[in-house]
């Protein structure tokens, strides 16, 4: 019906004379062939036993849809994730979707004992940031193609490595780890807040030095700081430079130095703004 060559070696081959099965489940049945050529096309060999769990079985399957655990372990494990970058340096990190509120990512993964993955934040002062990274994959079994194809080896592709989360400063200094949870379990940072305005970076890592793949989905959630009244000039501090812009605006009612909103910047205001004051 199909081949493909592995790397370099040729395009994808279809037979347009065989019959290509079904429309059912969005021509699930084509879909899958075309997948499983593709996946010899980036280097993936046939793996067994047949058991129905693994799109790169040497036979058609039509009861999952496109690439499993063991197919998407098998490209991350050559090619890296969809987000990996050109290199682990702090300049490739992820900018995360969301600049305030909650990313959640699937399919991630560290694929060996050296890699890891990078988040970069630009944080204000009291900016809050939550990770949770839970590893995936399950249980299954795969091995090498046989004449048989009925054996292989029990994979537990939760349990590969040990992750954790570090947190980084501009210059990729740790400032803090974040290692509470054994193999196999999730590892959460939580609300943990950049007390200074900056650069900073969320670093998943692997504990143990394994080398193999380990898949795991996260979530990311950041929380801007309060806003703060008297902090005029929006700068995340309460200081001269803030009554600098109250006494220039004494007397009006300019509205960014009016801090408890009656119409008039006076001493009310000098109060409020004093009361909070930081250094």
Same mark, same amino acid.
């Given at each position: 019906?199909?081949?493909n060559?592995f790397?370099?070696?040729?395009?994808?081959?279809?037979n347009s004379?065989? /019959?290509?099965?079904? %429309?059912?489940?969005?021509?699930?049945?084509?879909?899958?062939?075309?997948a499983?050529?593709?996946?010899?096309?980036?280097?993936?060999?046939?793996?067994?036993?047949?058991?129905?769990?693994?799109?790169?079985?040497?036979?058609?399957?039509?009861?999952?849809d496109?690439?499993?655990?063991?197919?998407?372990? !098998?490209?991350?494990?050559?090619?890296?994730?969809?987000? &990996?970058?050109?290199?682990?340096?702090?300049?490739?990190?992820?900018?995360?979707?969301?600049?305030?509120g909650?990313?959640?990512?699937?399919n991630?993964?560290i694929?060996?004992?050296?890699?890891v993955? =990078?988040?970069?934040?630009?944080? %204000?002062?009291?900016?809050?940031? /939550?990770?949770?990274?839970?590893?995936? !994959?399950?249980?299954?079994t795969?091995?090498?193609?046989?004449?048989?194809?009925?054996?292989g %080896?029990?994979? /537990?592709?939760?349990?590969?490595?040990n992750?954790?989360?570090?947190? =980084?400063s501009?210059?990729?200094?740790? $400032?803090? *780890?974040?290692?509470?949870?054994?193999?196999?379990?999730?590892?959460?940072? *939580?609300?943990? &807040?950049?007390?200074t305005?900056?650069?900073?970076?969320l670093?998943?890592?692997? $504990? *143990?030095?394994?080398?193999?793949?380990?898949?795991?989905?996260?979530?990311?959630?950041?929380?801007?700081?309060?806003?703060?009244p008297?902090?005029v000039?929006?700068?995340?501090?309460?200081?001269?430079?803030?009554?600098?812009?109250?006494?220039?605006?004494?007397?009006?009612?300019?509205?960014t130095?009016?801090?408890?909103h009656? !119409?008039?910047?006076?001493?009310?205001?000098?109060?409020?703004?004093l009361?909070?004051?930081?250094?």
């Amino acid at each position: 019906m199909a081949y493909n060559l592995f790397p370099n070696s040729g395009d994808m081959v279809l037979n347009s004379s065989a /019959s290509w099965g079904p %429309t059912t489940n969005n021509y699930r049945y084509f879909r899958n062939i075309v997948a499983h050529e593709h996946g010899h096309g980036i280097g993936l060999e046939h793996v067994c036993p047949v058991a129905t769990t693994k799109l790169m079985e040497p036979y058609v399957l039509t009861n999952v849809d496109g690439p499993q655990t063991d197919d998407i372990r !098998g490209a991350q494990r050559q090619y890296g994730d969809h987000m &990996e970058a050109v290199s682990d340096a702090l300049t490739y990190a992820a900018i995360p979707a969301n600049a305030q509120g909650l990313t959640s990512y699937t399919n991630l993964s560290i694929d060996d004992n050296s890699d890891v993955d =990078l988040w970069k934040i630009v944080a %204000t002062a009291g900016t809050r940031v /939550s990770l949770t990274v839970i590893p995936q !994959g399950g249980t299954y079994t795969a091995g090498p193609q046989t004449s048989a194809c009925d054996t292989g %080896t029990s994979i /537990s592709a939760s349990s590969i490595q040990n992750l954790k989360i570090d947190v =980084l400063s501009s210059a990729g200094t740790v $400032v803090f *780890t974040q290692d509470a949870n054994s193999l196999g379990q999730a590892e959460a940072l *939580t609300n943990y &807040e950049f007390t200074t305005a900056g650069t900073y970076y969320l670093r998943v890592a692997p $504990v *143990t030095t394994t080398n193999d793949l380990q898949l795991y989905s996260a979530s990311l959630t950041i929380t801007p700081a309060a806003a703060i009244p008297a902090d005029v000039n929006g700068d995340g501090a309460v200081n001269a430079a803030d009554l600098g812009v109250l006494l220039a605006a004494w007397g009006s009612s300019l509205a960014t130095a009016d801090i408890n909103h009656d !119409g008039m910047i006076d001493g009310t205001d000098l109060g409020l703004m004093l009361s909070a004051w930081t250094l």
